[in-house]
């Protein structure tokens, strides 16, 4: 396993729309295990593909890893089938947004589906913080930041503070 090189905002391989695994290659399996040690080391909770980038539609996460024991998920093609109607607000960082978060609100449930590396489907809700990272993750497959969710007098301000970082 080794490192990879996290990408940061206004790299344009952040803003791409990645492409589906068709199969897990033994290329697929290494990037999704540098990913992990990646993300472990930053120290994050979520990694997206693109965010190293590789456009294709793989995410991993450990939403309470800083909290407790490890317990690692590698989802390829993800998607959300579901989301529930109530909605939070959390300020969320970004290993690519370094510095600075966006307060974004999102459905505080969604149903998702994805393959694991063993190639098995799963199909769960997830709920609180493990969806908010889902979801994060999975608008990085599409381009997506967190600072697309905001408006633009927040997403000016926001960009202002990380520029004004150095
Ligand atoms: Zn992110």
Redesign the pocket.
């Known amino acids: 396993m080794s490192l990879r090189k996290i990408l940061t905002w206004p790299d344009p391989r952040l803003q791409a729309i990645c492409t589906p695994v068709d199969v897990i290659t033994p290329d697929i399996q290494t990037l999704a295990n540098d990913m992990l040690e990646t993300m472990y080391a930053a120290p994050g909770r ?1 990694l ?1 593909a693109p ?1 190293v980038g590789e456009l294709q539609r793989v995410f991993v996460m450990d939403p309470t890893w800083k909290e407790g024991p490890r317990s690692p998920l590698i989802c390829i093609n993800p998607d959300i089938l579901d989301r529930s109607d109530d909605r939070a607000r959390a300020d969320e960082g ?3 947004i370094p510095g600075v978060t966006a307060c974004v609100e999102r459905p505080n449930s969604v149903r998702m589906v994805w393959t694991d590396l063993e190639g098995l489907v799963h199909d769960r809700w997830l709920t609180g913080f493990a969806a908010l990272c889902a979801q ?2 999975l608008d ?1 497959l599409d381009g997506i ?2 600072l697309d969710h905001l408006e633009d007098a927040q997403r000016a301000s926001l960009l202002r503070a990380y520029e004004a970082q150095g």
Do not use: W
Request: proline share 0%; aromatic share 0%.
């Open positions: 979520g997206a965010q970004c290993l690519s994060h993750e990085h930041l967190t």
